[in-house]
């Protein structure tokens, strides 16, 4: 049977072989998210500390249940005291607390604490951010390209995998995580540009700026989730570096001279999305890729049950894809009818 670290082998550094704590799930409900706009953590607990992204590193993941933090914390700080370096606060992500700032400005983040009174420890999301993944849309539909574009784009995807299917062939961890770095671009760029056309144009966006930059965020969260499973190497980040200088400006550039086209070349990425994500659950399912626990970030993101594992955060990334797929084939529709993105509501949530 092949781990997950084989799974990764040579390209990623996976963290297969480090277990994975986690505690209760979030279930947040309406009055829990808005019980913890109101609650503030008076004294919340010093959580673990965090690893930073460089140099490559070499310390446990940040795979702490946000209840597990308050034990965890306790031994920093008892470390901490011995060390005498008391008083510091762990920083990063994963960890609310930070190292105080003294401001003349008066900003201070709220702190928020789930129902069961333990602190909310994420920086990078809020509470009201999380979601429940919809896992019951069509992962099978696909849009038949008629038009020369149309076949362009389809064209430049299937060439595009071609030699991603060469790179990391069946090792679906570290494919998914490298191609996540990419996957987050589009809709950064497309909401920049409307953005930018908002205010030249002194019109509104009906709401795609928010849906497109949404679509952006969700995509850096699974970024931010395979992180927690696999490490990439000094020459991946380099190759990453390379890939996104490209792809930003080639994107920028066809937004720029044809949305439509841009937009349905998401809509078949995600198509392509859907189908590595099918691949990595069948070797979940085969034991090629051990099925681990999830890790506390993406319980807390998605919703999902205590004793999830990464079977389930791979069903509702997938699940996210197929909802990117469908907002930018529809995106790329709207411009075919003629029309422009402000004349028809944005799909915002949808992810
Ligand atoms: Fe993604
Ligand atoms: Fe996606």
Redesign the pocket.
Same mark, same amino acid.
């Given at each position: 049977m092949m781990s997950s670290r084989l799974a990764g082998t040579a390209l990623c550094r996976p963290l297969s072989h480090v277990p994975l704590p986690h505690g209760p799930a979030l279930r947040p409900t309406a009055d829990m998210i808005t019980s913890s706009l109101l609650h503030r953590c008076p004294a919340a607990p010093a959580p673990p500390q965090t690893a930073s992204l460089w140099p490559p590193r070499f310390s446990l993941p940040r795979c702490a249940s946000t209840l597990s933090a308050p034990a965890q914390a306790s031994e920093e700080e008892k470390a901490a005291k011995k060390a005498g370096t008391a008083g510091k606060v762990p920083q990063g992500e994963g960890s609310a607390q930070q190292e105080a700032v003294v401001s003349y400005w008066g900003v201070s983040p709220s702190r928020l604490v789930k129902d069961d009174g333990s602190e909310w420890r994420w920086t990078c999301f809020k509470p009201w951010e999380t979601y429940q993944a919809d896992l019951s849309i069509d992962l099978q539909k696909h849009h038949a390209p008629t038009t020369f574009l149309d076949k362009l784009a389809l064209r430049t995807v299937k060439a595009l995998r071609w030699p991603t299917d060469i790179f990391f062939q069946r090792r679906y961890a570290c494919r998914a995580m490298m191609l996540e770095t990419v *996957?987050a671009v589009p809709g950064m760029v497309g909401g920049v540009l409307l953005h930018l056309k908002s205010l030249r144009r002194f019109e509104h966006s009906g709401g795609w700026i928010k849906a497109l930059l949404e $679509?952006a965020e969700? $995509?850096r969260m !699974?970024l931010m989730t395979f992180m927690e499973v696999a490490q990439p190497r000094w020459y991946e980040r380099a190759l990453v570096l390379a890939v996104q200088g490209v792809f930003f400006n080639a994107y920028f550039l066809g937004y720029l001279l044809s949305p439509k086209f841009a937009h349905r070349v998401v809509g078949y990425? $995600?198509e392509e *999305?859907i189908h590595s994500y099918t691949e990595f659950l069948k070797d979940i399912d085969r034991g090629a890729i051990e099925d681990l626990p999830a890790p506390a970030i993406a319980l807390d993101y998605w919703r999902l049950p205590q004793g999830s594992t990464l079977r389930d955060v791979v069903m509702v990334i997938r699940a996210? $894809?197929a909802h !990117?797929?469908d907002v930018n084939h529809f995106a790329s529709d709207i411009h075919y009818q003629g029309l422009e993105l402000k004349t028809t509501p944005a799909p915002l949530g949808y992810h």
């Open positions: *996957a $679509e969700n $995509e !699974h990425l $995600e *999305a996210d $894809e !990117h797929r």
